[in-house]
């Protein structure tokens, strides 16, 4: 199968049915769930009956223009994580999240900034995006961090939702990231 995207080291690819494990799995640490859930796992079952799913769902709502995909890196295939470039479930297709979750042996690595870039050149170049945004818990300081190195910057403050107020530092909120097509145009040019 063709990878959705390959940058140097890290291709996307869809996930497919028999994939839950990977999910699981990543789910299951509880460093790559402190600002997600306070580390608590993600349920087997939900992963499997919900989480997958919608994953899957995704790629035909979105004709696989979007969605939430596998990397791997592309020297020896190891699975890192996943990334998404998605509009919300019925927001407008050209304003876009941009999302990761990686597995810990993956952090540290310039995987998330080199991924994310080459999502955000994609939207605005090959998918008519005018937006593409992110959202990060206040804590989260490397994901802000990944999100300032593509070019997007902090457009507001965010409440923290209800199902992660469990998460480390829910107390504080988050923070709601974003740049537009002019943006990164400019950005470019400069």
């Known amino acids: 199968m063709d990878p959705y995207l390959e940058t140097a080291r890290v291709a996307l690819r869809p996930f497919g049915a028999d994939d839950a494990d990977l999910l699981i799995e990543l789910d299951s640490d509880p460093a790559v769930m402190r600002y997600l859930s306070g580390g608590e796992p993600t349920a087997a079952q939900d992963v499997r009956e919900r989480v997958l799913p919608s994953v899957?769902?995704?790629?035909?709502?979105?004709?696989?223009?979007?969605?939430?995909?596998a990397g791997y890196e592309t020297a020896g295939g190891a699975f890192v994580?996943?990334?998404?470039?998605?509009?919300?479930?019925?927001?407008?297709l050209d304003e876009v999240e941009l999302g990761y979750r990686l597995r810990r042996s993956a952090w540290g690595r310039g995987y998330a900034t080199e991924v994310s870039s080459a999502l955000?050149?994609?939207?605005?170049?090959?998918?008519?995006?005018?937006?593409?945004?992110g959202a990060t818990m206040?804590?989260?300081?490397?994901?802000?961090?990944v999100m300032e190195k593509v070019g997007m910057t902090v457009t507001h403050h965010l409440e923290t939702p209800e199902d992660m107020l469990g998460a480390e530092g829910a107390e504080l909120g988050g923070y709601r990231y974003a740049i537009t097509r002019e943006q990164w145009e400019r950005s470019r040019t400069s």
């Open 56 to 69: 899957l769902a995704g790629y035909d709502r979105w004709a696989g223009a979007f969605g939430l995909f």
């Open 138 to 145: 206040a804590l989260n300081r490397a994901s802000q961090h």
């Open 120 to 133: 955000v050149v994609k939207a605005f170049t090959d998918l008519g995006v005018r937006t593409v945004w």
């Open 81 to 92: 994580g996943w990334f998404c470039l998605r509009p919300e479930r019925e927001g407008p």
